[in-house]
């Protein structure tokens, strides 16, 4: 029996998505980007600092990292509570000593609970992107719009309340959002958003409001995919990284300037047997002339001035 033609029949069949979101991009047929003092990769450093209500929401879905085990589950709450007393505060600490500015992705209840913690990131000279609200707080298609609305509002007003700046970028849980999220975030706002992982630069992005910059913020080399999920060492992490760099360099020689995203999870590489790696991974990166370390909102504005 053959085949019905109709079966192979796609009316959006096409170069790139689905979509009108952006067009198909040749990687290394782009105009070359020069970055700041002739560096030849980025390091973009993004933590996110989270809150987990210490009862899971499962709708949409339950985020990643949330309770596990009946509740109440204090196991798990004090093991995530752990990156915003001790794990934060030892990234933050290996990134000064190399002189670097970062971003870090916030639950905007971390702002109303933790003030002085907030405090101590603004006064490093990091930037703050918002992260919802706390880790109830996932987007997802068939939320009510009205709904998702309201929280992304809650989030920047909050954030903006404590640093007295509105952040300009956002992070979704999980890198999830729904068919109107770009929209929202264009209406409140935002210059960019981090949730879209299909590139290694920031890439222009259109919806029904205007248009946002999307600045891919890579699943695969985060320390929750690597050492949680893969559940590999430290020392792998560290060997990824820097190969990722090394090779981006090389693409850098004839392509360009690029750019490499570094997700950072407080309760997993802020513990005491990780972090030593950490911190010569970061002084290594430091040393070479050719690496730079960037917040998410200085790289859009260099992108951007070069379009």
Same mark, same amino acid.
């Given at each position: ?8 029949? $796609? ?7 689905? %979509?009108?979101?952006?067009? $198909? ?25 989270? =809150? ?10 339950? @985020?990643?990292? %949330? ?14 509570? $752990? ?12 990134? *000064? ?28 000279? %990091? ?30 007003? @909050? ?28 209406? @409140? ?47 792998? $992490? ?5 190969? @990722? ?7 850098? *020689? ?8 570094? %997700?950072?999870?407080? =309760?997993?590489?802020?513990?005491? =047997? ?34």
């Amino acid at each position: 029996m053959s085949l019905d033609p109709a079966y192979l029949e $796609y009316p959006k069949r096409r170069r790139g998505m689905d %979509h009108d979101y952006y067009p $198909y991009s040749n990687f290394f047929e782009r105009k070359p980007l020069q970055w700041p003092d002739a560096k030849k990769l980025l390091v973009w450093p993004v933590i996110s600092l989270e =809150y987990f209500p210490m009862v899971p929401s499962d709708d949409p879905f339950r @985020a990643p990292g %949330h309770m596990q085990t009946a509740y109440p589950d204090y196991r798990h709450y004090t093991a995530r509570e $752990y990156g915003t007393r001790i794990g934060i505060y030892r990234l933050l600490g290996a990134f *000064e000593k190399v002189g670097a500015r970062i971003s870090v992705a916030i639950n905007s209840v971390i702002a109303e609970r933790y003030p002085e913690l907030i405090r101590d990131i603004v006064a490093g000279g %990091h930037e703050i992107i918002a992260h919802s609200t706390d880790m109830n707080g996932t987007i997802a298609s068939g939320m009510d719009v009205a709904e998702e609305r309201i929280l992304i509002i809650r989030s920047l007003d @909050a954030l903006e309340k404590a640093t007295g700046t509105r952040p300009r970028g956002w992070l979704s849980i999980a890198r999830s959002q729904s068919f109107h999220t770009a929209r929202l975030l264009v209406e @409140a706002g935002v210059d960019y958003m981090c949730d879209w992982v299909n590139d290694e630069l920031p890439y222009a992005f259109q919806t029904e409001a205007g248009p946002i910059t999307n600045l891919p913020l890579n699943h695969e080399l985060s320390d929750r995919q690597i050492i949680n999920v893969q559940q590999q060492s430290v020392d792998s $992490y560290t060997q990824q990284m820097t190969d @990722a760099a090394n090779w981006l360099i090389g693409e850098a *020689e004839t392509s360009g300037g690029r750019m490499m995203p570094m %997700h950072l999870t407080p =309760y997993i590489m802020g513990l005491p =047997y990780r972090i030593a790696a950490f911190e010569r991974l970061i002084a290594d990166f430091a040393e070479r002339p050719d690496i730079g370390f960037s917040r998410g909102d200085t790289i859009i504005d260099n992108w951007d001035a070069q379009q």
